[in-house]
């Protein structure tokens, strides 16, 4: 069974066609044939009205007006019992078409008596005149078989054409991001399409209302678990002081770093949930200098770099400016680094850089990593994915903010393993566009 729509309408179309064809070739070959047999009777007919007039005359057998259009005139012998039994059988025909055998072979003959009362006979064989109308019919279903093609190409197109707003529909929810609830457009689609577009319309909006609520909640619950996870912090922090057995404190430690892990989390959850609370007018945002922003986030991160022995600076930092907000624009830099950091093993290195190129401002952030499988390379950016080699007290939500931080931008993120000869590692490079206004 076909599960193609197109398939379907093609084959469907590809039937009718043939058939149709079929039939119409089947009829036009047999009516053609038949034209051509009642034309070569008229050709019988005017060459014996031809001798009949006087204009061919012969007392014998003639052979051929034409020879090679195998037509014979034969006059009736004087004394008719000379003549032989074909001839005989043939003159005791009555005048007119008919069907005879003459020396062997099938003829058509038209006979005739004259004003003397003389007879004459114009004969052709009938393989001559079948073979004449065949070519004649032939010739006349030649354009129908060449038709056929050309209307299955036709076909084809047709139903390409007539399908391609589906495949453009199609083609706009594969490239939208997995966030992106904007209504399908209805302008310029086929009113069969209509009902189609509005249910996924529908669709899409309940989706939509069901995000904001999972959206609120996570920024809710976040909120209402901060502080209680810092009263837990402050507590433990006191127990610092107090003597406590060795299995005791690291029993305390392990509370402490699980506490650690709680508040990065609900920080984070806190800083998705701001992204996710709206987009901000572009126009009114304040101009940044994102190389001053990228300066004052690795100074605060070289601290951990040299306590994991990993090698932190820039390779390169030019002057550029951005529209958007200090602190987003921070986030960005420092989940970039923190993610680095926790791939990059002991004595690798984290190379930065700020540039300007054109009209745009480049952000790249590359470690000494192990990489990304090609698997995973396209999920990183998705919320709580951590990949089948996590590592350290993240949750999966760092590269995540940073998407929406860059896409509320106006920017473009994307990552790609390291190609260079001997080195390995993770390069993630961030456009953002290039504010004409200085910072």
Known sequence: M????????FAGLTAIILLTGLAGGLFAHHWAFNE??????????QIAGLVQSGSLTGGRELHGVDEDAEVWLIDQPAAPQAADDGLKQLWSLKDGLALATRKGQPIRVLLGTRPDGTRLAVAQRTSVRDEIASDMAFRTVLPIAALIPCLLLVTAIVIARS????????DDLDGRRADDMTSLPVAQMPSELHPFIASINGLLQRVRLLMDQQRRFVADAAHELRT???ALSLQAENLDPVDLPVGARDRLSALRQGIRRTMHLLEQLLALARQDAGSPDEATMPVVALDRVAKEVVAEALPEAVNRSVDLGFARVEPVAVRGEAVMLAAVVRNLLDNALR???HGGRIDACVYRDGTTAILQIEDSGPGVSPDEIGRIFEPFFRGQRPEGDGVGLGLSIVRRIVNRLGGSIDAVNSAEAGRTGLRVLVKLPVSADRA
């Open 36 to 45: 051509a047999i009642e034309m070569q009777d008229s050709v019988l007919i």
């Open 343 to 345: 791939f990059t093993p």
């Open 163 to 170: 399908l391609r707003p589906m495949v453009r529909v199609a």
């Open 2 to 9: 076909i599960r193609s729509l197109r398939g379907r309408l």
């Open 228 to 230: 209680p996870i810092t």
